[in-house]
């Protein structure tokens, strides 16, 4: 065999050896392909996962996705959870741990019509929300603010009732609703409930206990590579949105183009503790607060050891700043 076969040969052999060490991991999210899950798509576009060493397939979630039936069943390593769900969860014994936050505001938001200039004005008035609010921030509003449950109202998914009734506020994500509302001719007012002290992190990274325990290096590595794709999917989102609209083909251009306006606009991913710890990460400080209102509010006991719920370890290690 010649020099220059023989050095293919090598080649050959160590690019297949190299696709062979990469780790794979299935992770869930919380619904269609969308701009609040760019970054993921962007490390995919980008290469990231392949470059740290792992083979990561991103399944959409949506209506019917149970993810965490789907996380415990082994179906999938990793899923797109919620600070609440996940303490609940813990409270119920089940082996489940938050390694990351996505977002450091929760981006849900209450929509009301133009001439309400506090929250506390809709007392007594209808808002439309729908059964799973009912379990995260409708107790804290109604700690809040007073509200009442005679408020509420079905939320059907749809705008058409809000722009129908301007007494009807309604619940949305910052960075989704108000584009719908908006293209109807109506410049809604928005309350950031994460702004005004509602403490939850939202689109976090759940794993079981046992995956973290078999299969920590790659969730570290994970970590590390979705931090960096959110990085470049806030500054340059081209790459990543070409594969959101892949997976989701009616997602509109316009909406992912706004979705990420409000992401940077508020600092969903950026602010708070990750202007200085970097982006994903999390603190004790701020899972203390969220339990406190979840024994305020009589979501959970107070007796409950909520640190079962998430570990810091991999977040120490992953810091890229924003």
Request: net charge positive.
């Amino acid at each position: 065999m010649s020099s220059l076969l023989r050095m293919l040969a090598l080649v050959a052999c160590a690019a297949t050896a190299h696709a062979q060490t990469l780790d794979r991991l299935v992770f869930g999210t919380n619904w269609y392909a969308q701009a609040e899950h760019g970054g993921f798509y962007q490390a995919l576009a980008e290469g990231n996962y392949r470059k740290h060493g792992l083979d990561v397939t991103v399944r959409m979630g949506g209506p019917q996705v149970n993810g965490m039936q789907l996380l415990l069943a082994g179906q999938m390593d990793l899923f797109m959870g919620y600070d609440l769900q996940t303490i609940q969860a813990v409270a119920q014994d089940l082996p489940v741990v938050t390694v990351a936050a996505t977002f450091q505001k929760d981006p849900a938001v209450i929509i009301a019509h133009p001439g309400v200039a506090k929250l506390e004005e809709l007392k007594g008035r209808p808002i439309a929300i729908s059964a799973a609010s009912e379990t995260t921030y409708w107790p804290w509003l109604r700690a809040r603010y007073g509200f009442t449950d005679d408020q509420k109202r079905p939320y059907t998914f749809s705008v058409q009732p809000f722009l129908l009734d301007k007494r009807l506020a309604q619940q949305g994500y910052i960075t989704s609703e108000p584009y719908s509302i908006e293209k109807a001719g109506v410049k809604p007012v928005l309350f950031l409930l994460a702004d005004l002290g509602y403490p939850p992190y939202a689109q976090t990274i759940v794993a079981t206990r046992d995956t973290l325990a078999k299969r920590r290096d790659a969730i570290r590595r994970f970590v590390q590579a979705t931090a960096e794709g959110w990085k470049s999917y806030l500054a340059n989102p081209a790459p990543g949105n070409a594969l959101i609209r892949r997976d989701n083909p009616q997602m509109e251009a316009a909406l992912i183009a706004y979705g990420l306006e409000k992401m940077r606009a508020y600092a969903i991913v950026t602010g708070g503790d990750a202007e200085r710890l970097g982006i994903m990460t999390m603190t004790d400080a701020r899972w203390r607060r969220t339990f406190e209102f979840m024994v305020e509010a009589k979501m959970v006991k107070p007796g409950l050891d909520y640190r079962r719920a998430y570990t810091l370890d991999i977040v120490r290690e992953a810091k890229v700043l924003p």
